[in-house]
């Protein structure tokens, strides 16, 4: 056709090398036509394996400078290939044109097969937050450039951590960084992230989007229509606005609760006397709520004691008719709006056993959960301020003599912490934190002797809040099921690191999935010897099927579910999870993991992390205490990871076991704990059992497999309303992945709200 222009020879720039154990990577470039993007495919011993599109950010594609450098791609190989491969290579789709030179394997892995070392790594997180890693030079936390157009607009040190697997296991020095707020205008950028002497990291340059306040309110300023407005919840629910915590003294006002009705209710402040009383009652001056009275009570043995015959006579003198009382902790100073917020939420719930708030300590927010009875009794978290009815004062006269009691003494009644109520938002300031763990171990100790539980609670040490350790008696026999597919290393190490943990006294079940080493069936049969019970599960892999039918035929009380690839650390891991379900109200407990580096990979599950969920505290050490000492003490999360997770076996089986229609790989752990929650039972995340967790090791990642993407769609569908809605996680924090490690921006709902699950929905066959 007259006027065409002639087609440009092909000028190819390619490389080709591994990455790992079983990822192999490379870039493709066209020199002629650098805005052109190839399809590769993978052949192992001349047989095709698969094919990616090599558009993705290349390291060593940018360090060469070719084009943007997006022309990389990787493969991740089935073990089972590798294990006999002889010649591993990649060619362009349908051209034949071979990338890179063929990686030969059976022997020494060529020099120039070797993945290039990266400097780096950095990711957008949603709004203006980005998070990645840094090599450092001299092993200090290196600084990191940001640049638009050229200009520097920010600069960030990165000074947390973040776990890498290449070349090896380690620990990377992890920053996390949010863009100046003139940015957030809706406009496109695209911000360069620079390390070192303008060493560019894997990943920049980065395009985003950040309109002001979220897109949602942004669409609703404009009148958008609904459809458009609900399209924006979606986008912002995906990547949420987050606000580092370092700027939260000047936004403080922008995390403040609506105005609250009107009340009528008077309520008695009780101020324990000491250091900074007088900031106490200075503060009280200023509530909008003018219905109170106050009393200080004296100190008795120590600052958070008092003599309970002091309680008493303020009752009987000064107390006359007051149906609600709030305590508040020495040197405490209460907002404006406190005591109005306290008696809007007695009004609106009448039938609360408790209701408490968040609060400042030193100027930064301490964003607390929903009602969690594990940590209160490990922690004591919300006894700066509470707000508890007459009923239970007139009892502490009898049975509390410190703050810590009377802020356990409620939950003495089974069934109270349905009633407790959490207002989410700062509703005092205190500089110092409350510093007795003496105290608080005793208050336990008294509270659980009241329940007729028998435990051992012991103080901790701590930099960061008050605690205590408890430990139940009881438990009961444990099957700990391992399913497997060849890896015979990792499964003979998991298996070793275990059995001192047994003792002859709990049940170890191999799940072999079809495997087909023989190195494998000498680590079985081996197992086998020491009473390692060996059951068969052929077929596809389907993690949720093979673990429910091994389950069937555990005889133990109790089911721990442990991968392949955990260590345990210790002797006595086993014993503190089968603790934790001596409680009859807890029917799902959950264990520390570390990755190999020392950084942790599992202390938790927080729901709605960018509209999915995420585990917490990945950006953290080995012996971190987590936000507000929250991976120093036992706590309820709406999930584990069943990498190491415990649950009844007659639970487990009443509620038919993991779904393996829906979530046969992924997701099927969060799917198991919210059914249980259903149930009324509690989920319970332990730091006092630590295993090291070889993460994916077996199977390798698959976040990006259409598998994946299928099930976390399913976990979107069944559980849209508990992920919006995660009563453990405070709406003053972001919702982006990691979590705890940002406030959210703009805040969700500062709503009074109780520790409730939003049901599931069943989506039908086929969706």
Not at 27 to 33: R, V
Not at 262 to 270: K, Q
Not at 504 to 521: A, K, L, R, Y
């Amino acid at each position: 056709m007259a006027g065409n222009e002639p087609e440009r020879a092909m000028t190819l720039v390619s490389d080709f090398f591994r990455r790992d154990a079983r990822a192999v990577s490379g870039f493709a470039f066209d020199a002629a036509q650098p805005e052109r993007r190839f399809t590769v495919e993978l052949l192992v011993d001349g047989l095709h394996i698969g094919a990616a599109l090599a558009d993705h950010a290349s390291a060593p594609a940018k360090e060469r400078g070719l084009g943007d450098g997006c022309c990389g791609f990787t493969f991740v190989v089935p073990e089972t290939l590798l294990a006999h491969a002889k010649m591993v290579e990649a060619r362009l789709a349908n051209i034949g044109a071979p990338v890179g030179a063929p990686l030969l394997f059976g022997g020494e892995t060529p020099a120039q097969a070797v993945a290039p070392s990266s400097h780096g790594f950095v990711e957008w997180s949603g709004g203006l937050r980005f998070t990645g890693w840094a090599d450092s030079n001299d092993g200090a936390p290196p600084e990191i450039a940001i640049l638009i157009d050229g200009e520097r607009v920010a600069t960030a040190r990165a000074e947390n951590w973040r776990h890498v697997d290449r070349p090896r296991p380690q620990a990377k020095f992890g920053f996390d960084v949010t863009l100046p707020d003139h940015l957030a205008d809706g406009r496109v950028w695209t911000a360069s992230f620079l390390v070192g002497r303008g060493i560019e990291l894997e990943g920049s340059p980065v395009t985003f989007v950040a309109p002001p306040g979220g897109l949602e309110a942004t669409l609703a300023k404009l009148d958008a229509p609904p459809g458009q407005r609900l399209t924006a919840q979606f986008f912002d629910r995906l990547m949420p606005g987050a606000l580092p915590f370092s700027r939260y003294a000047g936004a403080r006002e922008n995390f403040a609760p609506a105005a609250p009705a009107p009340s009528e209710i008077f309520i008695g402040v009780l101020a324990l006397d000491g250091e900074g009383v007088e900031a106490t009652l200075e503060s009280l001056e200023t509530q909008t709520h003018r219905r109170w009275t106050c009393g200080v009570l004296p100190c008795a043995e120590s600052a958070l004691t008092f003599s309970p015959q002091d309680l008493a006579d303020f009752l009987r003198d000064h107390a006359g008719g007051i149906a609600w009382f709030l305590f508040v902790a020495p040197g405490a100073a209460l907002n404006a709006d406190a005591l109005a917020r306290f008696a809007a939420a007695a009004d609106a719930h009448p039938d609360a056993s408790l209701i408490y708030a968040d609060y400042e300590i030193g100027g930064w927010p301490v964003a607390l959960p929903a009602f969690d009875y594990e940590r209160m009794l490990e922690q004591a978290y919300f006894a700066p301020i509470f707000l508890i009815p007459r009923a239970t004062v007139e009892c502490a006269v009898a049975r509390a003599k410190t703050l810590f009691r009377l802020a356990n003494l409620t939950f003495d009644e089974k069934g109270a912490g349905e009633k407790t109520v959490h207002l989410p938002g700062p509703a005092m300031r205190m500089e110092g934190r409350l510093d007795d763990s003496g105290l608080l171990a005793q208050a336990t100790s008294a509270h659980l002797r009241q329940r007729r539980i028998a435990a051992k609670v012991d103080p901790v040490a701590s930099a960061s809040a008050p605690r205590c350790r408890v430990q139940r008696e009881g438990g009961g026999k444990v099957s700990i099921l391992i399913p497997t597919r060849n890896r015979h290393d990792l499964l003979r190490a998991c298996i070793d690191s275990i059995l001192p943990a047994t003792a002859g006294v709990h049940e170890i079940i191999v799940i072999d999935n079809d495997s087909s080493d023989p190195q494998t069936f000498r680590v079985l049969e081996q197992a086998a010897q020491k009473g390692v019970v060996v059951v068969r599960a052929p077929g596809p892999f389907n993690f949720s099927h093979i673990n429910t039918l091994a389950a069937a035929k555990a005889e133990g009380d109790l089911l721990c579910f442990l991968n392949n690839d955990v260590v345990a650390r210790d002797a006595h891991w086993l014993e503190e999870m089968a603790s934790r379900l001596a409680d009859e109200t807890v029917g799902v407990v959950g264990a520390k993991l570390l990755w190999p580096s020392g950084v942790v990979q599992h202390g938790g599950v927080t729901l709605g992390v960018n509209f999915g969920c995420a585990h917490d505290f990945r950006d953290r050490i080995d012996r971190d205490p987590g936000y507000f000492g929250a991976l120093e003490v036992a706590r309820e999360t709406s999930a584990v990871t069943a990498a190491c997770m415990m649950t009844r076996k007659n639970l487990f089986l009443e509620l038919g076991g993991f779904d393996a229609l829906r979530f046969p790989i992924n997701f099927n752990d969060v799917d198991y704990c919210l059914r249980v929650r259903e149930k009324g039972l509690r989920v319970v995340f332990t730091p006092h059992a630590v295993l090291t967790h070889h993460e994916s090791a077996s199977r390798g990642k698959e976040d990006a497999t259409s598998r994946f993407r299928r099930e976390l769609w399913m976990l979107r569908h069944k559980w849209s309303e508990a992920l919006a809605a995660d009563p453990f996680y405070s709406p003053l924090l972001a919702l982006s992945d990691p979590s705890y490690s940002a406030l959210a921006w703009p805040p969700r709902s500062l709503a009074p709200r109780r520790n409730q699950i939003q049901p599931g929905v069943q989506p039908p066959p086929g969706y």
